[in-house]
């Protein structure tokens, strides 16, 4: 009942940040399967606890209290809920905040001042502009990878059968902007397979994407693996080569000059524990 | 031309206006029954919320009564025994609207031209119809201003204008004159009488002025909470009021006694503290006082005498108590009763003095105590 | 003699100009002026704001960009006509609102609540209604694509689709309200002259309202102008065909925010021109 919550509250705050993305709010349905997912993901964890302390690293400090703010990629939103009450078992004394939104969205705020302890990035790109400005504490570690997945709808209606698909001009493509991690990601997919993509739409972020799949809209998305997780029945995946081109590499690393920064260093690492790494694997997420 | 009488040749029943309807709203109802012939001007006078507007705009077709019989020169305009109803484009009717209502966009030629433009005439021939009817009314140079540069007495005749062009078989107004300011009254009166004289249709007009409908009318229709109270030519009601209200609106004062009903002016009362020799004086109280020029108007209120010791005046000729009347007498006729300074505020000093307060009795004698119809003569 | 002073009696002359002496002496109260300075502060600091931010020195190279003239144009073009159909369907939905007078009051509440309803809808939420009504699985849609082969989303018609849907209700409300406050005696005055009723709505009645309807399309023109989330939701994003200036400035944001302040400035600048010549010219067009 309490992740559910928190998955609304940091839901809520999305909103804030990045109108956009609210999309996946208004469809009932994804909330569902996001919480259910979230849910299903956080079972893992609980077994995993006693692993945890007895392998005593940072993370397991019990004196570490406080309040921390984790500013996470929007494709994060599931994993890190789960994770997040994880860490909170461990450490009962600290609150953590989860905001989610698109990495550049979020690393601009914290370039410009956002109160932000811990960064978990979609990209090395919109790592490297807080790392860049001097705010990351310690270097970032890459905790998880990411790769490219063709997303159609149930019954796949434009009869997509891979990447060269995307070429063709009759069927309704929607690809993620370039500005946005996962156009970049496609784009050098799109490039290994030499293949010119003829997208009708250019999303702004990989939910939106997504929604145009499930509203069956178009024939096919290139989106994240994970996303075609997280949507269960509502579509299909379709993994094809050239998308190991393009993998995508989640970095975290806890911000400078936060007053909380033992808690922030311990919510990094605790990324990296089995525990977090197990609950990554089943939302999708390639070990890094 | 007292209009009561046809003077042509044509079948009676099929010329001019012949109405009869009934409007009921909550706390009121109007049932009017009139007929108009060709050429002459039916005035409805009566005090605010008589129903007045309410007949015109029935007649207009803006308003849908409870039952209604109305033709205009044997055509049927609206039948409740039979369903007719014809809406306002097809009565062949012309209304000038209280404040005009010329429409605020549009030029004078614009709003003339308005009827003949919506029944298809080419702009130019209506722009050409417009100028001359403008001219026609001696105000063609205005033709390009709008409404708001217009005077009143220039406005009222843009929209007469409009309303003539169609060469309506009736045509209905308003209050014609309330907008015009009083200095310029008598001329624009004027014009619109010369107007109306040229009209060959039937013309009903409302108004609350009596000047207005004593000038402009051939008949007068009286109306007071929803109902004629008095009809005629302007001289026959002028002479023998029915109402008070009538009366009051002419200007002269009707008294009830057990004998009749007499008329007289306001000059032609005289006031007196104690019960004068005349036998027809009538006790009455002072309900206010206003000083008019030279002279003071007593508003009075016939006095409830029965069973007052001292005051059993004509105890064969009673006046019911509550009739109000209206006395005009010179401040000399005071003085002499009670000497008091003239000062700038002579009826406040009176008033003071303890004559002619509020609710102080006084005797009314007139100059024509048999109660002769008052044709006013200065006393 | 009375009579001609009082101002309510001397009629059409006086009743025109009601502006003029007589509003002085009754100006703003003292107590209004913080108020109203600190209101008029609050919208417009931030634009200083994001002028301040502006690249002055690159501007010239950023304008050159062939994608803003692109976007621009778009933009401006479905502004137009989504302020265009508002008119032609607005105006008449307007006019039944303000002359329902016969019908149930619960009937009115309830219309006047539907019209209202784009307004206070997140316009991200009002895009995926449209695609629900309109996309080519929609209500309606799924027949437009199985019958006449017309697939709206992705399109620039799907662009004025979503900004009507939001903008419309300012220009109802906007027109319903002069509709209210209009002298119905004009039209009686323009039945008894022999017009029809559609003559009279189009050469009395409207012209009345002209005001009010100017007022109502400016604003309508405004929020269409800067629509972003039914748009994006709705018809996507592709430059050329649905990529308005608001979401090239969004893009932008993610990669390279002197672009979006640019595109912003632009956005702005061109609003602003618009909207206070089309005024002037409108307003100007009624009163002469």
Redesign the interface.
Known sequence: MRRALVGLSSRSQKLRRL??S??SM??LPVVLVALVGCSAAASAPESSVKNTEASADPSSNPALSGTIVVDAAASLTGSFTAIASAFKALHPDVTVTLNFG?S??LA?AIVAGAPVDVFAAASATTMATVTTAGLTATPPKVFARNSLEIAVPPGNPGKVSGIRDFGDSAK?I?LC?P??PCGAAAAIAFAAAGVTPA??????DVK?AL??VQ???VDAAMVYRTDVIAAGSKVIGIEFAESAKAVTSYPIAPVTKRANSASAAAFAAFVLTPAAQTILANAGFQAP | MTGTEPTSTEPTGHTGLRARFRVDRPGFSLDLNLRVFPGTVTAIVGPNGAGKSTALRVLAGLVLPATARVSLNGRVLEDSATGVWRPPADREIGVVFQDYLLFPHLTARDNVAFGLRARGTPKARAAQLAEDWLDRLGIGHRSDALPRQLSGGQAQRVALARALILEPKLLLLDEPLAAIDAELRVAVRAQLAESLHDFGGATVLVTHDPIDAMLLADELIVLESGRITQLGSPLAVAATPATDYVARLVGLNLLRRASGTVTFAPPECRLSRSQPDDSAAVACTVRGVEQLGGRLRVHLATMDTSGSVGYDAHPNDPAPPGQLLIAEVSLQSLFELRPVAPGPDTSAAFAKAGLLATGQPVWLSTNYPDGDKSESRES | MRVSKHPSRVGTRVRFAVSGPEDHGVGLPGVLWLPAILALAFLALPLVALITRVPWATLPTLLAAPEIGTALGLSLLSASLATLLSLIFGIPLAWFLARSGRWPPAVRRLLRAVVTVPLVL????GG?AL??LL???GLIGQYLNAWFGL?L??STAAVVIAETFVAMPFLVLAVEGALRGADRRFEQAAATLGASRWYIFRRITLPLIAPGVTAGAVLCFARALGE??AT??F?????GT??TMP?AA????????DAAYVISLVLLAVAITVLFSLRERWIRGVSA
């Open positions: 109108p956009g609210v999309l208004v469809l698109s550049a969205a601009s309704k929607a902007a500005q946005v997208p009708s739409t250019l999303e702004q939106a929604t145009k509203l069956g809209e | 997140p316009p991200v939420v995926v695609l629900l996309g080519r699985r697939q989303p992705f972003f989330g994006i939701t018809a996507g994003n592709f430059p649905t990529q979401l969004y893009l932008a944001l993610e990669t390279n925010p």
